[in-house]
């Protein structure tokens, strides 16, 4: 049976050897797919900012239209209460004068 001399005295038989290969392997492909993992999920992230991004641009823009189109119904709106207001302030006088 073959043995390896550790640093502090101890020895390996060539199983434990074998094992602690073998333990070393899967950590590396465990490793190797969390860094992959982790990638393909950074990835994703970007790919959700990037849509979040357009989508708060369009957003926005909507916005600015609806507070334009809402600035011109509410100025429709001044007008003709003041041409109301101007109509029957005129048809009361014609009354008060028949």
Do not use: P
């Amino acid at each position: 049976m073959s043995s390896k001399q550790f640093s502090t005295g101890e020895t390996a038989s060539s199983s434990d050897q074998t094992a602690l290969a073998m333990k070393r392997e899967k950590d590396k492909i465990w490793a190797r797919e969390k860094r992959r993992r982790e990638a393909a999920h950074i990835r994703e992230l970007k790919t959700k900012i990037s849509e979040l991004s357009s989508q708060e641009t369009a957003l926005q823009s909507d916005n600015e239209r609806l507070e334009a189109e809402l600035a011109s119904i509410e100025a429709m709106n001044d007008h003709l209460r003041a041409s109301d207001s101007q109509d029957s302030s005129a048809k009361e006088r014609s009354t008060d004068q028949v």
